[in-house]
């Protein structure tokens, strides 16, 4: 239902966090506040991970009662949201001016990568819309911005930033699931030469010739450095995007 006030049907906690409604402030002494659940639930999405983010735990965490909570947040779901923007904080600023539309998106995209990696645990809270909450918004602003002057069309400049937002989190994706390995005492290395056996076993050469060069060519034989990875796509993805505005008159 849209809130007859503010007119964005937001949940009451998203409206807190853009300063359109006030904090709780009613009821028993204040010994809670919006702020310490979200800090709370991600201290224990950072060292438990998002699946044990709960609110028994989070009120356990701050020696309160689960109820206590739903006067700040009305479920985890709404919780969520708030901890994605609270984990993203506002968009980095370059260390110096961006020379080109490129070199905007070029930071834009490593200093998203940088969260994601520094903050796993993101990448496994579902993506239920696009970004409502304020820091989320202004990473697309930010990244919006580096293309003002590029002679593309407004929605063009949007599928570019959700583009590249959407190799970014794949990256991070992928570092999340070999950390994961890493922690049962798995390196990559020895991750890839595994996939290469178990190919070897079960796709022959006659049925599956494309994949066996690439075997035999030593692909994976060892895990690519994750940074070499990434650079290939966003550089692939931004050619793509060059090839775009230098064809337009």
């Not at 990473?139 to 190799?167: P, Y």
């Not at 034989?221 to 650079?231: G, K, V």
């Amino acid at each position: 239902m849209m809130d007859k006030e503010t007119g964005v049907g937001l949940p009451a906690s998203i409206e807190v966090a853009w300063g359109l409604r006030e904090p709780v402030t009613k009821g028993p002494k204040r010994v809670l506040s919006l702020e310490r659940i979200v800090g709370t639930a991600m201290k224990i999405a950072e060292e438990a991970g998002l699946g044990a983010v709960s609110m028994s735990r989070i009120a356990g965490e701050l020696k309160s009662s689960t109820m206590s909570l739903y006067r700040y947040v009305s479920a985890k779901d709404e919780l969520l949201p708030l901890m994605v923007d609270q984990a993203f904080g506002p968009p980095v600023a370059p260390e110096k001016e961006c020379e080109g539309w490129r070199a905007g998106l070029e930071h834009w995209s490593w200093s998203y990568l940088a969260v994601l990696r520094r903050h796993g645990w993101v990448v496994h809270v579902p993506i239920g819309g696009p970004p409502s909450t304020p820091n989320q918004v202004a990473w697309v602003e930010q990244g919006l911005s580096f293309l003002v002057d590029a002679k593309l069309r407004e929605s063009e400049k949007m599928s570019t930033i959700l583009l590249l937002a959407g190799i970014v989190r794949n990256d991070a994706m992928l570092a999340s699931t070999y950390e994961a390995f890493a922690k049962a005492g798995a390196s990559g290395d020895e991750i890839m030469m595994d996939y290469r056996r178990l190919i070897e076993r079960l796709a022959d050469k006659e049925h599956f010739p494309a994949i066996n060069r690439v075997i035999q060519a030593g692909v994976f034989d060892a895990a690519d450095d994750q940074d070499t990875e990434f650079t290939f796509a966003l550089d692939r993805v931004l050619d793509g995007v060059d090839a775009l505005i230098r064809d337009r008159p």
